[in-house]
């Protein structure tokens, strides 16, 4: 059983930095993939970064790929996603989610897990 909690949402100017971070609790976390997905309202969740259990491999959409980093620290269970010059397009819902695997991918049926998710707008 793995717990998640997101932090670090909030409003920003667009061209502007936020860093979300996602608190796992329980003694699985570095066996599974990390992805952050996002959601907007009438639309369905979105795939925007994972990695996999040992932070060796990372893959991201194509919308925010050169702009966001996803990274992971097993010690403290807990995985970031720093976000660079954002855009209002990028205005959702963040969520953290685990894998029930430890390589990762980008469909949301394969987690299990999920954070109740944090707010971030970008304001033009």
């Known amino acids: 059983q793995v717990q998640l909690v997101e932090s670090g949402g909030g409003l920003v100017q667009a061209g502007g930095s936020l860093r979300l971070s996602c608190a796992a609790s329980?003694?699985?976390?570095?066996?599974?993939?990390m992805g952050w997905f996002r959601q907007t309202p009438g639309k369905e969740r979105e795939f925007v970064a994972v990695?996999?259990?040992?932070?060796?491999?990372?893959d991201y959409a194509d919308s925010v790929k050169g702009r966001f980093t996803i990274s992971r620290d097993n010690a403290k269970n807990t995985v970031y996603l720093q976000m660079n010059s954002l855009k209002p397009e990028d205005t959702a819902v963040y969520y953290c989610?685990?894998?029930?695997?430890?390589?990762?991918?980008?469909?949301?049926?394969?987690?299990?897990?999920w954070g109740q998710g944090t707010q971030v707008t970008v304001s033009s």
């Open positions: 989610a685990a894998d029930r695997s430890a390589w990762g991918t980008r469909i949301p049926p394969s987690y299990d897990y």
């Open positions: 329980g003694r699985t976390f570095s066996n599974h993939a």
């Open positions: 990695i996999n259990w040992s932070g060796g491999r990372t």
